[in-house]
């Protein structure tokens, strides 16, 4: 018959003809001296041999059984007992046994199987064999063979003490009680094993938790599989070992551990299989069988730096396979569709992620749609973003304030989550030229909790399109230009943090709604604003004698650690150190000395020597990073005053700053994005899909890149001076 090639312990059921019962073997318990047992004569005995599956391993529970091609044959040998001696070791019958039987073993679909042949039942096979065996005490040799006649390997095989009986009945020694004798598999020792070359996997779309994975080896979005791989064996003396021979098993690891990979074992033979469970621990298969091979299964979620780490043990023996690596691509993909944008009212390079209603929130250069909406669930991923219109501002049925410029119309210039975990954004009201007074907008989208109005009276609550929007004004400059738009925003301390692109500050307290312009008056909802009254002017120095800077170069997002907000200082070539007031009202403001026009913030200059560092800003809680925008590396800020720079350089790029997991620091192109692998690497990426170009440098304060919550690079790309473009508003980086 053909039953399972050596994957399979065997158990021999004797009772009234056939074995039963559990457990086996120890030494006789009938008296006898230090020869073996004297035998009486032969009764008939009928086997029934159960051949069932061998505890579960992660390979068997993912596999239909192998049922190889060979036929085999059971081989029952036996001798008389020696009581002073146990029976042969690994089931290896002394030179002088007599061979009871020798039986070829056929399928039937008869259940019980006639003798000589058996059944399957669920990967399971029943064998009945009948033959002779002595009355007496005698050591029972069970030998399962690859072929016919008790010839090829020896699979699997037994030693067990039985007593048999003159009615034809086996049990224990000096007991009733029936004896059962489970066959050990014994494959051939693998001496040195290797685990084949390091694979490849280019990536085939944005994760997806929702879509089942096919079966091996179809590949479809977002799911793709390596290429199989095998495991060359070997015996101890080095000599190949043929593919469908049982070999003592070798365990293949997949080190991943976040749930993106996991391995899937293929039989040898086989030409499909079923695809594995992700789990965010390691995943492994079990290889019995020489010619057995693997597959990497991979759905698309981020695996730092690309890389997969196999590894591989052999079972009894100290051989380990040389570790091998599975390379992830990193590649562009949109997420969903692209959209046909009209006028300057396109993706300007402005993410933000809302983890309390689980959306991503895309920054788009328009008054009337501001933004576009791309909602998240672990489940199912993220969706195709989709615009978010203005229905009310501040409970009128109207756009945004802000009209933008040259290069957009409107809408944000870079967003934050507040701390009422609402989408807060500084507008993009164009730069006024000498003119006194022309205000400048933040808005609130209310998505998440209701907000003060800032127009007055009651409280706005939470809808689709709703918006609140707080008027700015800032002193007339040097140069004549007053309320020059706000570039950079953030949230600290339960306030919202505000900086124009000249250095004026703000601060807004989201409870209250009040306005607290640095050196000015502040104001309450219901008021507007007036210069030079509550026009905010620029951050100075704790003596409030020198300014923050003169002619106004802050490109970069601020950066907030602990308590602290950080500033890239373009003109003055350094990263700013703001403190900041932090009371509910302030009053008397924190320069020395204090007067009645609040400072709600100095500046310090920890960070000097800088080149052009007005590109991009990011952090990873205790560094700040910031962007070269001369050379195209990075600067690594550690606070108090430390200053490194990074060994690879971008060759192109068009701003803003990330840092995934694995170290890597990504920044727009105008081809898609670019990446250098950690700041000590020279190893540097540049990645395209032209429907995630950025056409425009990103000097808005603003950052197009962030890790998404399944650890997914995010970007929008940046097509500022850009009319009617078609291009995706949120692409991913998979890796």
């Keep these: 018959m053909r039953f399972p090639y050596f994957r399979y312990a065997a158990s021999l059921i004797v009772a009234a003809g056939i074995f039963a019962g559990c457990g086996g073997g120890g030494k006789s318990l009938v008296p006898g001296g230090s020869s073996q047992q004297s035998l009486g004569q032969s009764v008939p005995v009928t086997f029934t041999v159960t051949i069932g599956s061998q505890s579960q391993t992660q390979s068997t529970k993912r596999n239909p059984q192998f049922i190889p091609t060979n036929t085999q044959s059971l081989v029952i040998d036996y001798i008389g007992d020696n009581p002073s001696a146990t029976p042969a070791p690994g089931a290896t019958p002394p030179a002088n046994v007599t061979t009871a039987a020798t039986v070829n073993v056929t399928a039937t679909t008869t259940n019980p199987p006639p003798a000589g042949e058996c059944f399957a039942n669920n990967g399971n096979y029943t064998c009945t064999i009948s033959l002779k065996l002595p009355v007496g005490i005698i050591d029972l040799y069970v030998l399962a063979y690859a072929g016919q006649n008790g010839t090829g390997l020896l699979l699997s095989g037994a030693a067990v003490i039985v007593q048999v009986n003159a009615n034809g009945t086996v049990t224990q020694p000096g007991s009733t009680t029936p004896i059962s004798i489970a066959l050990v598999q014994k494959g051939v020792q693998v001496g040195t094993a290797s685990i084949g070359s390091n694979a490849t996997i280019v990536p085939n779309g944005v994760p997806k938790p ?94 730092p730096a690309g890389s997969i780490s196999i590894t591989g043990s052999v079972s009894g023996s100290s051989t380990v396979p040389t570790p091998i690596t599975v390379s992830i691509t990193p590649t562009v993909f949109t997420v969903g569709p692209t959209h046909a944008f009209s006028g300057n009212g396109v993706p300007i390079g402005a993410l933000a992620y809302d983890s309390v209603g689980g959306a991503l929130y895309i920054g788009i250069g328009s008054a009337s749609t501001p933004l576009y909406k791309s909602s998240y669930s672990p489940s199912t991923g993220y969706a195709s973003p989709v615009p978010v219109a203005v229905t009310s501002v501040n409970g009128l049925s109207q756009p945004l304030s802000g009209n933008g410029g040259g290069n957009v119309g409107g809408g944000p210039n870079a967003m934050v989550i507040g701390p009422d975990n609402n989408l807060w954004f500084v507008e993009n009201n164009g730069t006024p030229g000498r003119t006194c007074c022309v205000p400048q907008y933040v808005a609130v989208a209310v998505i998440n909790s209701a907000v003060v109005n800032p127009a007055g009276g009651a409280a706005i609550q939470p809808g689709p399109g709703v918006f609140a929007e707080y008027t700015l004004v800032s002193k007339p400059g040097g140069n004549g230009y007053a309320s020059v738009p706000p570039k950079t925003i953030v949230s600290l301390g339960g306030f919202i943090w505000v900086m124009d692109k000249r250095g004026d500050f703000y601060r807004i307290n989201p409870t209250t709604g009040l306005v607290s312009p640095n050196l000015a008056t502040g104001y309450l909802p219901g008021t507007t604003p007036s210069s030079p009254t509550n026009a905010a002017n620029l951050i100075t120095d704790l003596t409030g004698a020198t300014q923050i800077d003169t002619d106004g170069a802050f490109f970069a997002p601020m950066i907030v650690i602990g308590s602290s907000i950080y500033v890239a200082n373009n003109n003055q070539s350094q990263v700013d150190l703001l403190a900041l007031d932090m009371s509910a009202t302030p009053s008397t ?91 000590t690497s020279a190893t540097t990426l540049s990645l395209t899909n032209a429907s995630c170009s ?42």
């Design 210 to 303: 929702s879509v089942a994975a096919p079966s091996y080896p179809t590949n479809s979005a977002p799911y793709v599989y390596s290429a199989a791989q095998t495991v060359a064996v070997s015996n101890p003396s080095g000599t190949p070992i043929p593919a469908g021979t049982p070999i003592s098993s070798i365990t293949i690891t997949d080190n991943e551990t976040g749930g993106a990979s996991c391995l899937v074992y293929i039989p040898n033979g086989a030409t499909t299989a079923t695809p594995c469970p992700f789990a965010t621990s390691a995943s492994s298969v079990t290889l019995q069988t020489s010619g057995d091979s693997y597959a990497l299964l991979y759905n698309g979620k981020f695996a």
């Design 589 to 679: 403001g924190i320069c020395s000395p204090t007067g009645a026009s609040p400072c709600i913030a100095t500046f310090t200059a920890p960070f000097t020597g800088l080149t052009s560092p007005e590109a991009g800003a990011t952090t990873d809680g205790t560094n700040i990073y910031v962007l070269n925008d001369n050379s195209g590396g990075v600067y690594k800020l550690t606070p108090p005053s430390t200053v490194a720079s990074s060994t690879g350089v971008y060759a192109s790029w068009e701003g803003g700053l990330a840092l995934t997991k694995d170290g890597w620091f990504w920044t727009l192109t105008n081809t898609g994005v670019a990446a250098i692998e950690g700041m």
């Design 694 to 735: 950025s056409t425009e440098w990103l000097g808005r304060g603003a950052n197009g890149l962030l890790a998404g919550p399944d650890g997914t690079l995010l970007f929008s790309p940046n097509l500022s001076r850009t009319s009617g473009p078609t291009v995706a508003p949120l692409c991913a980086v998979v890796y």
